[in-house]
């Protein structure tokens, strides 16, 4: 069964840090893009960032370019998102995805396995 299992949410008070954990289970992440996303409540999702298994390089979303910082640990199976300066509009429920493709841009076209979430509360 292809899993992913994300940790590292929790309360934070503005201009705090956080870094979620994503964990890959029944596949290897070595073939797979990952990708971060988060919904806010009352929100659409929306896509954070997206590295792709070919080239390294992760891929942000303007919003949090600079503030967020994805990487992966192949051997870990696992994806991180380190994620500094965070705001009241940072409050979501984030989740990573993994595709058998490289990444469209900052998300996945179409992810084959998607994780539960985490979620992350900014406020003061």
């Known amino acids: 069964q292809l899993q992913l299992v994300e940790s590292g949410g929790g309360l934070v008070q503005p201009g705090g840090s956080l870094r979620l954990s994503c964990i890959a289970s029944g596949f290897s992440l070595d073939n797979y893009a990952i990708a971060w996303y988060r919904q806010a409540p009352g929100r659409e999702p929306e896509g954070l960032s997206c590295v792709s298994n070919i080239d390294g390089s992760p891929q942000y979303a303007g919003h949090v370019k600079g503030r967020f910082t994805m990487s992966r640990d192949n051997a870990k199976n696992t994806a991180y998102l380190q994620m500094n300066s965070l705001k009241s509009e940072d409050t979501a429920l984030y989740y990573c995805?993994?595709?058998?493709?490289?990444?469209?841009?900052?998300?996945?076209?179409?992810?084959?396995?998607w994780g539960q979430g985490t979620h992350v509360a900014v406020s003061s």
């Open positions: 995805a993994a595709e058998h493709s490289p990444c469209a841009a900052w998300y996945l076209r179409v992810p084959d396995v």
